[in-house]
């Protein structure tokens, strides 16, 4: 069974930090190209960061260049977020994907709210 679990979300204050992770299981992790997406209430989803297969390539949306950081273990079959200097309008449900030509999977999704 494919599932996809992210975790580590959660409230934080403006310029604060979180790591998201995203555990992959009943699938060859490796094989992805993986991406981190989020969505705001009344806000279509976004693609926030990608990572290709070896991890070697990344690519962000500008909002978040320099603030965010994705990578991947593929010894782990996890995938992970860090995100720093944390605003307000990075408040939106995450959401990681695994994507290749035979396929896509979502996982279900991490609340990250940044208030004070």
């Known amino acids: 069974q494919v599932q996809l679990v992210e975790s580590g979300g959660g409230l934080v204050q403006p310029g604060g930090s979180l790591r998201l992770s995203c555990a992959a299981s009943g699938f060859i992790f490796s094989s992805y190209v993986m991406s981190w997406h989020r969505q705001a209430p009344g806000k279509e989803r976004e693609l926030v960061a990608s990572?290709?297969?070896?991890?070697?390539?990344?690519s962000y949306v500008d909002s978040v260049k320099g603030r965010f950081t994705i990578s991947r273990n593929n010894a782990k079959d996890t995938l992970y977020l860090q995100m720093n200097s944390l605003k307000p309008e990075d408040t939106a449900v995450y959401y990681c994907?695994?994507?290749?030509?035979?396929?896509?999977?979502w996982g279900r999704g991490t609340q990250v709210t940044v208030s004070a």
């Open positions: 990572i290709s297969i070896s991890g070697g390539t990344t």
């Open positions: 994907k695994a994507v290749r030509p035979s396929g896509v999977y």
